[in-house]
């Protein structure tokens, strides 16, 4: 098939990405693992004229992970992108899928000061929300966590998320191209594996309809009133102004508990350790410390992060 009958063959999906942030111009980068979503992103992307940049970021953990890499780049010369490749180290131990995201979105950030690209998109899909959903429901996660991915976060965008799985592959099928099939993806030892393939389709059984929508409505939902909050939190105690002991004390707990949240930022505290800050602010505590190494302690009237 020649580009431009590719291209044709787009149409009915036209517009359904969300390409229109006025911070996104070309170039861009597109994560593309070779799967369904990322190759429709890549193709959507450059039908929009954002001239991307296909960057295959290769954890070496399979064994087809070459030929992996050959077919993103015969798909993106096909839909006349530019390819790169980026070879990440990933050691085999617990929590590997974790570990593995954490070196791919970094890998991911330098390739987009690489390329002088403006942003970095990703293939998430709305089914891929509504999975994140549940799986923050199962760790316990707050308000935040069941807002679930953004569509734009950082350097960040997913232009994808109001797209279904299966419209990613209908447009890869529409194109007449071959995609990587991940084993990983159909492992039951992956928790979002049996989200995806066991308790989301019960959950749908239960309520007698597709809870894909319902749980990215929501989600919307959540992360609107979430980032009010954020701005509330922010504007109430603001940090770039010093970071008052007492007018952290004097905000409503709802508000200081989300400020402190903002001001540590990542690694997220728990709500255990947001209360031990709160007692170190109301001074029922000289200093607390926190995981990842920190310790929080008041000194001159001022709330102070450290190294622990």
């Known amino acids: 098939m020649s580009r431009r009958a590719r ?15 006025p911070e996104l111009a070309p170039p861009v980068v597109v994560a593309c693992s070779g799967g369904a979503d990322s190759v429709a992103l890549l193709a959507l992307a450059s039908d929009a004229g954002l001239q991307p940049v296909a960057v295959h970021v290769d954890h070496g953990l399979r064994p087809e992970h070459r030929d992996d890499a050959e077919l993103v780049r015969a798909v993106a010369a096909d839909l006349g992108a530019t390819f790169a490749l980026v070879d990440v180290a990933i050691e085999v131990g617990g929590n590997l899928e974790a570990r593995a995201r954490d070196a791919r979105y970094a890998a991911l950030r330098r390739a987009r000061v690489d390329a002088g690209a403006s942003v970095v998109l990703l293939g998430h899909t709305q089914d891929d929300q509504a999975e994140t959903i549940l799986l ?12 679930g991915m953004s569509y734009r976060r950082d350097e960040f965008v997913r232009p994808l998320l109001d797209m279904r799985r299966a419209e990613t592959h209908a447009i890869c099928a529409a194109l007449g191209v071959r995609v990587v099939h991940d084993a990983m ?6 928790r979002r594996v049996i989200v ?7 959950l749908a059984d239960v309520a007698g309809r597709d809870l894909v929508p319902v749980l990215a409505r929501q989600a919307d939902i959540l992360r ?3 980032q009010f909050l954020d701005e509330l939190a922010g504007a109430a105690w603001p940090t770039d102004t010093g970071t008052s002991a007492r007018a952290l004390r004097d905000l409503h707990p709802v508000l200081a508990q989300r400020a402190v949240r903002i001001w540590l930022g990542p690694p997220p505290p728990s709500r255990a350790e947001v209360a031990r800050v709160l007692d170190v602010a109301c ?3 000289r ?3 926190l995981a990842g190494g920190r310790v929080v302690r008041r000194a001159g009237g001022q709330m ?3 190294p622990r």
Request: aromatic share 8%.
């Open 136 to 147: 923050n429901l199962l760790r316990g996660s707050a308000g935040s966590g069941l807002a």
């Open 196 to 202: 995806r393939r066991d308790v989301l389709p019960l």
């Open 304 to 306: 102070l992060v450290e």
């Open 283 to 285: 001074g029922v505590a």
């Open 185 to 190: 993806n159909d492992d039951p030892a992956f």
């Open 287 to 289: 200093a607390t410390e």
């Open 224 to 226: 609107d009133e979430s």
């Open 7 to 21: 291209f044709d063959a787009l149409a009915p999906w036209r517009g359904r990405a969300q390409f229109d942030l």
